[in-house]
């Protein structure tokens, strides 16, 4: 299987899609490559727009293509680890394996999956826990050569724990993914989008498959209909005169012929944008 898997090394969202199974939209690949191309990575989006699905799908393609390695999954919550972030790499990891042994490959891809932990070997392995269930001391624990930590609904993490994650970030191939809705303008997520240090990425509601077609492209991403529902909410956005569009200083948005000024709640939950 070692070898089987070499092949995909520079290319993760061949193994995404060959090896692991799924599909993802052209702004999810952009990421899964931007993950795989960068060692500091910050992604905000709007609402079910698939960003755990694509941090799940990049912790699975850095886990099984760097041997050995470690993958770190946190977040604020114990909900958020695992009902969402784990419950997606088992979704993930169970269909491969369902693929692999199509193709005729018994072992498929290797591990055993546990509820909070998908553990390879002793020094390889994935593992998710709500970020203050760790004492910032108890994070030097997992030093690596090939490390990656997701930080899932990242506007929630407190410095202190930014700060431990940082001291993991000494090994030659050690990557930060940050996800989450941009909530507040404060904090380590927000910075991420100030710093050059980042690849940054943003999901919108709006360009979502789903939205542009019309059709469920991709299951259980948002859809147009949820979309139109919060056009007609005041609170939310409103129409404006073609005259009076201005995208550089508003976010105004053209949708189905007519422009939209976004209120705070649009910009945050469907644009994956920070409030103004």
Request: net charge neutral.
């Amino acid at each position: 299987m070692h070898d089987y898997l070499a092949r995909y090394h520079n290319d993760w969202n061949l193994f995404a899609k060959e090896i692991l199974n799924v599909t993802i939209d052209h702004e999810q690949q952009a990421i899964l490559s931007g993950i795989q191309n960068n060692r500091y990575i910050t992604v905000s989006s709007g609402h079910a727009r698939g960003k755990d699905y694509i941090g799940a799908v990049g912790s699975l393609c850095f886990l099984y293509l760097n041997r050995p390695s470690k993958v770190i999954l946190t977040a604020p919550t114990s909900r958020q680890i695992k009902s969402i972030m784990m419950a997606e790499i088992s979704t993930i990891w169970t269909r491969a394996n369902d693929r692999l042994r199509e193709l005729g490959i018994s072992a498929g891809l290797g591990g055993r999956l546990l509820t909070q932990r998908l553990s390879i070997a002793p020094n390889h392995f994935l593992e998710g826990f709500k970020a203050s269930d760790k004492r910032a001391e108890a994070w030097t624990g997992y030093h690596s050569d090939h490390i990656l930590v997701v930080v899932s609904e990242a506007s929630g993490i407190e410095d202190e724990t930014f700060a431990a994650i940082d001291g993991l970030l000494t090994g030659t191939d050690a990557k930060l993914l940050l996800i989450g809705n941009p909530v507040r303008n404060t904090g380590g997520f927000y910075q991420s989008f100030q710093s050059p240090l980042y690849k940054k990425f943003v999901l919108n509601s709006l360009t979502a498959p789903n939205v542009i077609s019309g059709e469920p492209v991709i299951p259980g991403q948002v859809n147009r209909r949820w979309i139109e529902d919060r056009l007609l909410m005041p609170s939310w956005c409103k129409p404006i005169k073609d005259s009076d569009v201005d995208v550089a200083r508003y976010d105004d948005f053209e949708f189905n012929g007519q422009w939209y000024r976004p209120s705070d709640v649009f910009r945050v939950k469907v644009m994956g944008l920070f409030p103004s």
